[in-house]
């Protein structure tokens, strides 16, 4: 079975620049997550998927930060501009939401660096 | 607020030795608590789950242990091995429709040989 896929693995910006990260999530997954990890803490949720739908994105930066799932699939994610502070690893994560298995299963994240 | 602690310094085991990792936690009353390991240049990895009506879990060489009156879990990983050595993560879900995960920062986990 294959993984959550991203890309890029890697992006180096400017500040004030725009950027788009992508997610493919397990196959069959309908609960998709987007999480941003910044240097040496743990990952913080930023938005939540129910197939095209969003159930969290309190944590979203929306003046800046925008994400879409159409057609319940794949994800994107975009800041819009960028800021220094935005530099982090940006990880998607996908779950069965079997009401049994909350499991999340994490992509190799896409790496940000704001300058 | 929510906050979740863990051991923010490395940890350093003698291989064949228990790693004995602690989460606490407060002002949660989360349904679930999970374990992920991450390797540098990787997402987390899912090792185990306990919900709040369990006391303790095992896989493996793996046990964890929730206590809800305490407000904190230990991880204990057994004849730990080299190849442990990695970042554990300790993760609460509130279970609902809302359930994205809220993470501490991690323990670094070195097990000399």
Redesign the interface.
């Known amino acids: 079975e294959a993984g959550?896929a991203q890309s890029p693995r890697y992006k180096i910006i400017e500040k004030r620049q725009s950027v788009a990260f992508w997610c493919n999530p397990i196959s069959g997954h309908a609960?998709l997550?987007w999480?941003q990890q910044i240097l040496?803490?743990?990952?913080?949720?930023l938005i939540?998927f129910?197939n095209n739908g969003v159930?969290?994105d309190s944590q979203l930066p929306k003046d800046r930060f925008s994400a879409e799932r159409l057609k319940g699939v794949d994800s994107t994610l975009k800041i819009q501009p960028a800021k220094l502070e935005d530099s982090a690893v940006y990880?998607c994560?996908s779950?069965a939401r079997d009401r049994a298995q909350?499991?999340?299963?994490?992509?190799?994240?896409t790496r940000l660096l704001v300058l | 607020s929510q906050k979740i602690e863990q051991n923010s310094e490395a940890l350093n085991i003698q291989e064949g030795k228990t790693a004995t990792l602690t989460c606490n936690y407060t002002n949660y009353s989360p349904a679930y608590l999970q374990w992920y390991r991450q390797d540098p240049g990787r997402g987390p990895v899912f090792l185990l789950l306990i919900r709040e009506n369990e006391k303790e879990k095992r896989k493996e060489r793996l046990k964890v242990t929730f206590d809800t009156t305490l407000k904190q879990s230990l991880f204990h990983i057994t004849a730990s091995q080299p190849a442990d050595s990695a970042t554990y993560l300790c993760a609460l879900g509130s279970g609902g429709g809302a359930d994205g995960l809220t993470f501490g920062k991690g323990t670094h986990l070195i097990i000399q040989p």
């Open positions: 959550v609960t997550y999480y040496g803490q743990g990952p913080k949720l939540q129910q159930v969290d990880l994560a779950s909350e499991t999340q299963y994490f992509g190799p994240g």
